[in-house]
């Protein structure tokens, strides 16, 4: 009896051993992005397998984002960190010393062969960039613009300044779709080393994401082509979209360089009302992350219409129709068309 009792009550500590152990292997996979739209990626592939978060927030503009102490412990908590890289964090480094962290982390632009930035507003005034925007390697990059000094820093529009710095590289690659594609495959294999019990759940995932993504950008070309290619051609706010602009024959031209929160001079800006009455630009555009108060000022001044808000770097907050990566790739569509279509 007591050798009977004994069996038993070993097995009735296998059991809870082997419970508790799939009960740790169930929790989902702790995964914070660096902003949102890796965030929706992340949901996408990682379903209800990931805890997702993201640390610079949606309409949260990630050059001037300055992390709190809150974003170091959630951090901190993180068995996987998911970051865009080509230099768009600036940030990240501090809150990752910060946090502790030195977990594995996704950078999603692996593989990615980037644009280089072709300046501020003076090369947009005074060069004639063809379609294809083939970009010269030699250029400094475009938030220098209005500074005299390389390194000097950037000043937003109440005159603050930020230490914020990016390379010669454009990092917002996600804006095109194609190339939003490799990002997606990257993810998936992050989640998958991080998490390999789940592997064919990501890879799944990923899969049927990259057709639905493959699925909207067929649609977008097709609907451009009311568009004639001579006609695309819109002022934004900053340099955000030479990667959307490659895939689609259409010419952005920014107010001011990479960095939303740089400052552009009286010169800029009067070169570039010149450049929209000469070639009869007809749309400029705010963007959800970026103050109105310039492209207005613009559109007085050229007689172009406000086409409507374009999202650069960050999704809009839950519910918009603009919370989700293709929602968001839609959108910008939509109001392009909208204000290009003759």
Do not use: C
Not at 112 to 127: M, N
Not at 210 to 238: C, G
Not at 290 to 318: F, H, M, N
């Amino acid at each position: 009896m007591k050798m009977r009792g004994m069996y038993s009550g070993r097995m009735v500590l296998a059991l809870g051993l082997l419970a508790a152990s799939l009960s740790v292997q169930a929790e989902p996979l702790r995964v914070v992005s660096s902003f949102s739209i890796l965030n929706d990626m992340v949901k996408e592939i990682g379903g209800d397998k990931v805890m997702a978060s993201t640390i610079v927030p949606a309409n949260g503009d990630a050059h001037s984002f300055e992390p709190r102490p809150s974003d170091a412990k959630t951090l901190a908590k993180a068995q996987l960190l998911v970051v865009n890289g080509l230099e768009f964090e600036s940030w990240l480094p501090r809150l990752q010393q910060a946090a502790g962290y030195k977990g594995p982390q996704v950078v999603a632009t692996e593989g990615i062969t980037p644009l280089a930035f072709e300046g501020g507003a003076d090369d947009h005034a005074d060069h004639d960039h063809d379609h294809d925007h083939d970009h010269d390697h030699d250029h400094e990059p475009a938030h220098d613009h209005a500074q005299d000094h390389e390194h000097a820093p950037e000043k937003d529009h109440s005159g603050h300044e930020h230490s914020h710095q990016h390379g010669s590289q454009d990092p917002h690659a996600w804006q095109s779709l194609d190339l939003a594609q490799i990002y997606v495959r990257n993810i998936s294999k992050g989640l998958e080393q991080a998490d390999p019990a789940n592997a064919q759940y990501y890879q799944g995932r990923a899969k049927d994401y990259v057709q639905r993504i493959q699925e909207l950008d067929d649609s977008i070309k097709t609907r451009l082509q009311a568009v004639p290619v001579d006609k695309r051609k819109v002022i934004t706010s900053h340099d955000a979209f030479s990667y959307m602009g490659k895939a689609y024959n259409i010419r952005f031209i920014p107010l001011v360089g990479v960095s939303s929160q740089a400052e552009p001079s009286a010169r800029d800006i009067a070169q570039i009302i010149q450049q929209a009455r000469s070639e009869q630009i007809q749309a400029i555009f705010v963007e959800n992350t970026v103050s109105a108060k310039l492209v207005e000022q613009v559109a007085r001044e050229t007689g172009a219409k406000v086409g409507g808000t374009l999202y650069s770097d960050a999704l809009g907050v839950p519910g918009s129709g603009v919370d989700t990566y293709l929602g968001m790739m839609r959108s910008n569509t939509d109001q392009l068309i909208k204000a290009l279509q003759p």
